[in-house]
């Protein structure tokens, strides 16, 4: 089944990034402000709003940029556990009524126990995805149910939740959900609606498309589940000084190690998403096409840290070959952040666009 683009970005509460380490106040504002509205004017679909176990509150974060936006939608991180899923529902609800029907919710469960400890989180990996399991069931049921809901469950026990507090969009808020390990790939099956990867070879795209596929036709939703991959677009003029500029990004990640998110390194990642970019930067820096796994490499993959380099055009096709293999969603950041937010806006979203439109219309006519 075919889906129309998505183009996600992402917002944070001061400039940072694995070449920008971060200085001065830990919500700057202005350049919150300044950002979100880069991407509503730039035609983004959504912005996302990470979750840091030292960082700032998602949702008020999104509540903030939400009143200086006009279309953009808002797809705020969440890990189940810290909060009962019937005050989340009424959180994620408020939200969505306050944007007028713009939120989102990416549950991520947690890939590093070091990580989850500082929130106070004991459970090992695969006993977060089973709470995960139970606490999207519940969210689910309060935000669709037209009388009280009961829950008796493993970690939750619920009696007469209900909310007030209905979501514009329906019948619920869309989620999405990120997560490699087989034990993610069940909840995923069961609830994502958008199952979100991080930037990797085509092979291992159409591999983690089927198995995901596989798992929701368990639960007979083999069509409703889209997918989302996430990239650090590299762009200029001409296709030379693109490659130029992401090998000066990379010599900058290596100034900055230990200042800049991501750049300490150390020990190998946890999490089976970070894992997988590592298995594609052991190919080559370039091991196809585009795609650039050098500064996945030099972080450790401790994020969305693999690019896409060329020209807005040659980035666009590439977006289009992924697409062939069922993504419908494209999460994408600079190193830059928020200049590269506009140049995204300015080019490669309107060129991606107009290559795809120019593709359905061929496929239409030899139909």
């Known amino acids: 089944m075919s889906h129309p683009l998505e183009f996600i970005g992402m917002i944070q509460p001061r400039q940072q990034s694995e070449i920008h380490p971060a200085s001065g106040p830990a919500i700057d504002p202005g350049y919150l402000r300044a950002s979100a509205q880069a991407h509503d004017q730039g035609g983004f679909d959504r912005i996302l709003i990470g979750w840091y176990s030292n960082g700032p509150d998602g949702l008020q974060l999104a509540t903030h940029a939400a009143a200086h936006t006009e279309k953009v939608g808002f797809l705020v991180a969440h890990r189940p556990g810290f909060q009962a899923p019937s005050t989340a529902a009424r959180a994620f609800a408020t939200l969505d009524q306050l944007s007028d029907g713009r939120a989102a919710l990416h549950a991520i469960s947690g890939g590093d126990d070091t990580d989850q400890a500082r929130d106070g989180d004991w459970l090992n990996k695969d006993d977060r995805y089973a709470r995960t399991d139970e606490y999207l069931s519940v969210l689910k049921a309060i935000w669709t149910a ?6 008796e469950g493993e970690y939750y026990r619920i009696k ?5 507090v209905r979501s514009v969009q329906q019948p619920r808020i869309p989620l999405y959900f990120g997560g490699a390990s087989e034990a993610a790939l069940r909840v995923a099956g069961r609830h994502a609606d958008v199952y979100a990867l991080w930037g990797e070879t085509r092979a291992q795209v159409r591999e983690i498309v089927a198995r995901v596929r596989a798992e929701a036709a368990k639960h007979g939703r083999e069509k409703e589940v889209r997918f989302s991959l ?11 000084a693109a490659w130029e500029k992401a090998e000066r990004i990379l010599h900058r990640i290596r100034q900055v190690r230990g200042q800049a998110a991501l750049g300490a390194g150390g020990a190998a990642p946890q999490n089976a998403g970070s894992q997988r970019l590592l298995d594609a930067a052991a190919l080559g820096d370039r091991p196809e096409g585009r795609l650039y796994t050098a500064i996945a490499r030099e972080t450790g993959a401790r994020g969305n840290t693999t690019a ?5 055009e040659q980035v ?10 069922g993504v419908s969603t494209f999460l994408i950041r600079g190193f830059d952040p928020l200049e590269d937010a506009v140049e995204y806006g300015r080019s490669l979203l309107p060129a991606t666009r107009r290559l795809l439109a120019e593709r359905l219309k061929k496929k239409d006519l030899a139909a």
């Open 160 to 164: 007469g939740a209900s909310s007030e």
């Open 308 to 312: 896409l380099v060329g020209t807005p």
């Open 146 to 151: 037209g009388a009280p809901v009961d829950h």
């Open 230 to 240: 996430s990239f650090r677009p590299i762009l200029a003029e001409t296709e030379s």
């Open 316 to 325: 666009a096709e590439a977006f289009l070959e992924y697409h062939e293999l």
